[in-house]
């Protein structure tokens, strides 16, 4: 099991889960653990139905209708956040732990203006008046980079660009000053250039004010551009985690080879693209052992058993059998300019 960090802000710890689907049981969750140290952006990456944003709705117990939790926890602090009450965890959302989701434009309501929206959060928490609460969603829109943050607010859902919707997004996840802030999958959709500006914003965002971010993205690119610690996720299991240098330089469980692998061959726009052969197993019909197994070039007899996750450099952990035995990769990954040293 993932080890405990001195800095810890919050911890997903060995968490199971299913939805409950007609065609059976989908085990979504699979005795996930994920460490969020205090201060730093933690990548959550892996592929569609990984399991990803459902480990990260847990932190805030945002949890579909059709989602059954069968054991394990989530702290944040020293607060237990499965046994919040109702009110407890009202306060709690927002004010401790946010989110902006992935889906800006439906997320946003088209009935209101954005400073209507974002002054409503504020005073869901603060005891402000709509005037300070106006100023205080005037700043807070400077601060996401919105070149006229006044006129923006006056704004409605329907008259802003992918790229003004995302940043109105983030801005109403942060205008509270939570201490941890879950950004889900903020790049998606974006054009490369509007991409590239969000991943701008949101560092100096993150440096501007030290704040922790769990950041969910499929894209090992964005996670090379803004994260310190890496989970890669697969098929509701935690396959690796680490610091990003360690574990995009020294990869230490095959999933993330291959996922690497795969997003070389994008990045470095030579020879053919190369996709993970295979497809992620049935989750209502887990098999046994690794589920990575049927997908792995490095698969052996012992893939059979689950493997346990091991720690193969200090605060570096791996879910294989053969994670020590892994040669450390000759040459340091190289993405969109990725905070590596080699």
């Avoid at 059709?66 to 407890?88: H, I, M």
């Avoid at 409605?156 to 942060?174: C, D, F, K, N």
């Amino acid at each position: 099991m993932i080890g405990m960090a001195p800095t810890c802000l919050a911890r997903i710890d060995e968490l199971v889960g299913y939805f409950e689907t007609v065609g059976g049981n989908l085990h979504a969750l699979n005795g996930v653990t994920i460490p969020i140290e205090e201060g730093k952006v933690t990548g959550l990456v892996g592929e569609t139905g990984s399991g990803k944003t459902i480990a990260a709705l847990s932190l805030l117990r945002l949890w579909p209708n059709n989602f059954r939790y069968v054991s394990g926890s989530v702290s944040f602090r020293d607060v237990d956040v499965l046994a919040l009450r109702n009110e407890e965890l009202r306060r709690y959302r927002g004010h401790k732990v946010s989110i902006a989701f992935q889906d800006p434009k439906a997320s946003l309501n088209p009935l209101f203006t954005v400073g209507e929206q974002l002054g409503r959060v504020l005073r869901q928490h603060a005891p402000v008046s709509k005037e300070e609460a106006a100023a205080a969603v005037v700043d807070v829109l400077e601060r996401v980079q919105i070149a006229d943050p006044a006129g923006t607010a006056q704004l409605y859902a329907h008259e802003l660009s992918g790229g003004m919707a995302q940043r109105v997004m983030i801005a109403m996840s942060v205008i509270y000053h939570p201490q941890l802030v879950i950004l889900d999958e903020p790049t998606t959709g974006l054009d490369v250039t509007v991409q590239a500006e969000v991943i701008a914003m949101l560092r100096d965002l993150v440096e501007g004010s030290g704040m922790t971010v769990l950041l969910i993205t499929h894209d090992l690119g964005v996670v090379g551009e803004l994260c310190d610690k890496v989970a890669v996720m697969y098929a509701g299991h935690v396959m690796e985690y680490g610091d990003i240098a360690d574990v995009f330089e020294h990869p230490s469980n095959p999933y993330t080879r291959e996922l690497l692998r795969a997003t070389e061959s994008v990045e470095g726009g030579v020879g053919d693209l190369y996709s993970i052969p295979g497809s992620v197993p049935d989750l209502r019909h887990v098999p046994p052992g690794c589920l990575f197994r049927a997908r792995c070039p490095s698969a052996a007899q012992e893939c059979f058993e689950m493997p346990a996750s091991i720690e193969v450099s200090a605060g570096h952990w791996s879910t294989c059998h053969f994670a020590a035995g892994f040669q450390r990769r000759e040459t340091p990954v190289q993405l969109h300019g990725i905070r590596s040293t080699g």
